[in-house]
Structure formats: C-alpha cells, structure tokens
C-alpha cells in the first residue's frame, strides 16, 4: 500500500472530509438558527462526520479494494500532484482520520443522551464538537509550523466552551476556566520554540526544517537555539497530552468537565496531538537530537509511575481515568523515544486501543450522569458500588475496559501493552520497558480495586443509575460496540498487527 495518496490539480480532494466537516457546521448552525431541536442537530452532525468517515475510508482503503471501490477511490483521491503547502494527507493521516472520526461519533452519540435532560441552550455543544472535530482532523496532517499553530488551536478554542458548558455546576465552569489559563500559557510556550526553531532554520516547514538539521548534525554543529526551541515546543506538546511534569491540570479538568466532553478529552483531543506531536519530531528530524531524545525519556518514566502512583488513592472515577491517561502517554512516549523512524505504526495502533478503550469507560460514567440531577454526575467510587446486581452489563462494559487499560489478554489492551513493550525490547531500550513493567503493575491494584467496587453489596440507597432500557439507545448501542470491539481486537489480533506495517509517516 503507498503511504502517499496523490492530491488533485486543485490540491483539495484529499481534504474532502474537512470541507465536509465544514459545511456540516454550516448547516447545523442554520437549522439551529431556524429551530431549535436536539435531535435535529444531532442528526445532521451526526450524518455529516458519518459521510466524512466513508469518505476518509474510501481514501485509506480503496486504493486495493475492487473496481467500484476503486473508483470512488480515484474520484476522492485523482493521481496529480503530492502535498498541499501546509499539509500532508498520507497513511498516517488516514489512520488517524479514521479514529478521530468514530471517536467524534462515539462522543456525539452520548453527548446525545446527556444533552437531553438539560434545560438550557442544548443544540450549541453540537456546533463546539464539530469544530473542535475538525480541528483534530487538520491537525493530524499539519507538515508546517504555521498549520500546527492554527489546527492546535481550532481543536482547544472550543474545547473552552464545551468543558464550562454546563456552567450550573461549578466544577464545570472551573474545569473550562482552568483548561483556558493553562492552554494559552502552553500555546505560548509552543509559539516561542516555533520563533526559535524558525530564527535557525529560516522555514516554518517540516521537512524543510528536518533538511535544515540533517546536515548540521551530521557535522557535528552545536545547535543550542535550536535544542531550545524545540524543548519549549515538547513543553507544550507534553502539556496537551497531560504528560508529567505538565500533567496538573488533567484530575480537575477531567473531574469538572461534562462526561461527554471529557471522553471527547481522552480520545480525539489525545489521538490529534499524539498524531501532531509525532510528525513534528519525525519529520523535522529534531528526535535526533540527544538532548530532545533525552527529555523524552524523562518525561515519559516520570509519566508512567507517577500517573499510577497518583492513582492508586483515587476515589473519584474521573480522577482515576486521568491519572490513568496520563501513565498511558507515557507508554506511547516510550514507544517514540525507542523506535523512533518506525513508530508510526506501533504509536498509531497504541492510540487507537487507547481511544476506545477510553471511550467504553466514560461511556458508562455518561450513560449514569446527567447535567441536571439533582445529585450531580455518577463519578465516586461509591456511586459505582454493587451496580452490577442491578445493572450487570452495564457492569460487564466498565469491567471489559478496565481490563483492557490494565494490559489483561484477550482485551485488545493487552495487544497494544504487547506491541509496547516489544517495540522497546527491540530497540534494547531497557529502562524503558522496565518503566512499563513497572508502571503495568502499580496499575493492576487500582484498576482490580474498581472492579471490586462494581461487585460489591449495594448501596441501600443508590443515588445514580443507568435508565431502563439504556442498551437500545444510541450511547448504550455505541458502549456495547466498542466493547465488542475491544473484545474482538484482543482475541483476533491480526488487524491490529497490520497496522504497524500499513501505516506510515510521509
């Protein structure tokens, strides 16, 4: 399969399922405009990234599917040119297009649910999601400093709005102000490295930027301005993916947000960045560099043990699942520092596991809340106890994903744990399969401690709970799908596997 998907004379075929996005904004804002109805904005959101996602497919698979596939395949994709200026459509992209697309519609469909019961303005979240959506998508083909910045920023922008949405609980509106201070202070850490690299390089493009370096360190030139400039950009890469010791303001946001917003947190708004984050190092060649490789290594142990060790006393579950991501990135962390070159694919196929994963587990944590009950989201430990005697498959879901995000086998976490740990076996990078090790086992306790929780004798008065027939509505039917996926994935890992040799960096 060619990782390179050629673009048309008019250079925007391959950016198809952004236009998309796009004009689905548009026409949800006027439906808004003319009447105001949840299902009707939902429908149209939802129809519009679902058109998208064929599209994206049809780009990413046709190239070797039949003839009628093949077909739509040229007409979304004509064989003229290579890449826009300021971005790159290739496998990688694709990929991550994909996962990025069916996490949006995972978090739409219970947004849906939750979005119901609340008494304001409702139809406007849809507007932020589809947004912030089509910022990911920007962001996992930026190949320039300058599509970074902007791309970065349509996903946060609007990630402000949706984590105060439900202002009437005063975690939420603090969640978005925190998120607010603390992202513009990352944005402008990444502004800085960006004038700094570009003061050595004299161009704002990846590739550009990776020719620029090659030669200057193969020489044996030191490059102080640019170690820097691209320390202070890690800052802030590191700062969106909530890796430590940038990690402070993820429990709080999390705990705060609305639990459709903070799955949208833990899967698009990560997968993007992770997808970002790489390229930038890959193709600017600045992973190279002894000192960044360094600082990667850093930050992803400290990651590892210290976002488990944090987690262990945890008795909020929102708060654990952050913890949780942050020790997760510093798995994938480590994947970047010891494969380096071929880390797309081992990143990619982490990220993906980690997304779904991901959204099973808030999935239940939202099937269980509300914006306005009078008790306030499902998100204590205690709110959680015994639950399966009333609701056992909700509880079968939430025990399905804990297990996955443990690394237990026949889960597809354990595949993507495997492929991990393999990767730094591989690169003889020792310390840092040790570090996963580790972490994997401090991880065990809090994770099984859950489960626990989930079996244990009722509450006599249980102030949360799932409404009657929750699996034959869209976010129980979206929860019951990717746990079947999970389960499926762990059991028949050969698609999982593929993606490590399908998918990569132009």
Not at 55 to 61: C, H, N, P
Not at 373 to 385: D, T
Request: glycine letters at 8%; one cysteine or more.
């Amino acid at each position: 399969m060619n990782p390179i998907i050629p673009f048309a004379s008019n250079v925007l075929m391959p950016l198809f399922p952004m236009i998309l996005i796009s004009i689905t904004t548009a026409v949800v804002m006027i439906a808004i405009a003319m009447k105001r109805s949840n299902f009707v904005a939902g429908t149209l959101s939802v129809i519009g990234l679902n058109a998208a996602l064929f599209v994206v497919l049809i780009q990413l698979l046709g190239g070797n599917a039949d003839s009628m596939l093949h077909g739509l395949y040229e007409l979304f994709t004509p064989s003229q040119g290579l890449i826009a200026p300021l971005f790159v459509v290739d496998s990688f992209a694709q990929f991550n297009m994909v996962i990025i697309l069916i996490s949006s519609l995972a978090c739409f469909t219970l947004a849906y649910g939750y979005i119901g019961g609340y008494g304001d303005n409702k139809e406007e979240l849809y507007l932020l999601l589809l947004i912030s959506t089509l910022g990911a998508l920007f962001m996992v083909c930026a190949d320039n400093l300058a599509s970074f910045f902007v791309s970065l920023e349509l996903l946060s922008v609007p990630l402000y709005g949706m984590l105060a949405y439900t202002y009437a609980r005063g975690k939420s509106l603090e969640a978005g102000f925190k998120y607010l201070i603390l992202s513009a202070t990352a944005s402008a850490t990444m502004l800085m490295g960006m004038a700094l690299i570009y003061s050595n390089t004299g161009t704002l493009s990846f590739r550009q930027i990776g020719m620029a370096i090659v030669p200057m360190f193969q020489n044996g030139i030191v490059m102080p301005i640019l170690v820097v400039g691209t320390a202070l950009m890690l800052f802030g890469i590191a700062f969106k993916l909530s890796a430590v010791p940038f990690h402070t303001w993820t429990p709080d946001v999390y705990q705060g947000a609305p639990a459709p917003v903070a799955t949208f947190l833990g899967s698009v708004s990560k997968v993007a960045m992770m997808a970002l984050g790489l390229r930038f190092l890959l193709s600017t060649a600045t992973l190279a560099l002894p000192a960044v490789n360094t600082l990667i290594v850093v930050i992803a142990s400290l990651s590892m043990i210290i976002g488990n060790v944090l987690a262990l006393r945890q008795q909020n579950i929102k708060r654990l699942l952050a913890y949780s991501s942050i020790a997760h990135i510093g798995y994938v962390l480590a994947i970047i520092s010891a494969v380096k070159v071929e880390s797309a694919g081992f990143v990619s196929l982490y990220m993906a596991v980690y997304a779904f994963t991901t959204i099973g587990a808030f999935g239940v944590v939202t099937i269980m809340s509300s914006p306005y009950k009078r008790q306030g989201e499902a998100e204590l430990l205690e709110n959680f106890q015994g639950i399966f005697w009333q609701r056992p498959v909700l509880t079968a879901v939430l025990t399905v994903m804990l297990l996955s995000l443990a690394g237990i086998p026949l889960t597809a976490g354990f595949i993507s744990k495997f492929f991990a740990i393999f990767a730094t076996v591989s690169a003889q990078s020792w310390w840092l399969t040790a570090m996963i090790i580790v972490g994997s086992a401090i991880s065990l306790y809090y994770y099984l401690n859950l489960m626990v929780t989930l079996f244990r004798r009722p509450q006599e008065v249980q102030p949360h709970d799932a409404v009657n027939h929750w699996g034959v509505q869209a976010g129980g039917i979206m929860v019951l799908l990717v746990t079947l996926a999970v389960l499926y994935f762990g059991i028949f890992p050969e698609t999982l596997s593929k993606i490590i040799t399908l998918v990569r960096i132009y």
